[in-house]
T-cell receptor, first 112, second 114 residues
Framework: SQELEQSPQSLIVQEGKNLTINCTSS?????LYWYKQKYGEGLIFLMMLQKGGEEKSHEKITAKLDEKKQQSSLHITASQPSHAGIYLC????????????FGKGTLLTVNP | EAGVAQSPRYKIIEKRQSVAFWCNPISGHATLYWYQQILGQGPKLLIQFQNNGVVDDSQLPKDRFSAERLKGVDSTLKIQPAKLEDSAVYLC????????????FGPGTRLTVT
């Protein structure tokens, strides 16, 4: 089974709508990273969360870490076409603080 | 600041042939990672270097894959012989050190094995 489950697998929203992507771990989270990837390109770092209850925001993107639930959520407010892409969560689930395990990603489409 | 550089960007080979990928990390980054990303999946760590030493290669198929990081800077990943299931994007990433923190990714090399 997948150690990091992302939901939904894909999402289509109308420009201006809010959306949430979830990442759930089957193991204890020691650090959670969100990345964005566009087709044919590398991963772009969005945010890193390390403490339970931690919440970070950058522009219209907010990420939260619920350590007890071993879950993180990524929320986009007032989505724009520029937000389209694949969102990947990566986590240190071994406590080594360096080896990342990634989810399969969530494909986001924003229709103008 | 220059990012992580990778070459080639695309490569098409036949099965049983060999192929090599090159990565130049961000200057000053001690840790270098190679990931394999199969279509529809997240990246999977193949090997991690700390300077020129291997920290983790537990998921590297050592019968056909090899990697080196001479002088603790550039790195090459080689596949010999390639199989159809090796078709994927190979991503290189680097970070300041192995104590966690942001990993910076290169654009990747898309390998197609026919």
């Amino acid at each position: 089974s997948q150690e990091l489950e992302q939901s939904p697998q894909s999402l289509i929203v109308q420009e201006g709508k809010n959306l949430t992507i979830n990442c759930t771990s089957s193991k204890t989270l020691y650090g959670l990273y969100w990345y964005k990837q566009k087709y044919g390109e590398g991963l772009i770092f969005l945010m890193m969360l390390q403490k339970g209850g931690e919440e970070k925001s950058h522009e219209k993107i907010t990420a939260k870490l619920d350590e007890k639930k071993q879950q993180s959520s990524l929320h986009i407010t007032a989505s724009q076409p520029s937000h389209a892409g694949i969102y990947l969560c990566g986590a240190d689930i071994g406590g080594s603080n360096y080896k990342l395990t990634f989810g399969k990603g969530t494909l986001l489409t924003v229709n103008p | 600041e220059a990012g992580v550089a990778q070459s080639p960007r695309y490569k098409i080979i036949e099965k049983r042939q060999s192929v090599a990928f090159w990565c130049n990390p961000i200057s000053g980054h001690a840790t270098l990672y190679w990931y394999q990303q199969i279509l529809g999946q997240g990246p999977k760590l193949l090997i991690q270097f700390q300077n020129n030493g291997v920290v983790d290669d537990s998921q590297l198929p050592k019968d056909r894959f090899s990697a080196e990081r001479l002088k603790g800077v550039d790195s090459t990943l080689k596949i010999q012989p390639a199989k159809l299931e090796d078709s994927a994007v190979y991503l290189c990433a680097s970070s300041l050190d192995a104590a966690g923190g942001e990993q910076y990714f290169g654009p990747g090399t898309r390998l197609t094995v026919t």
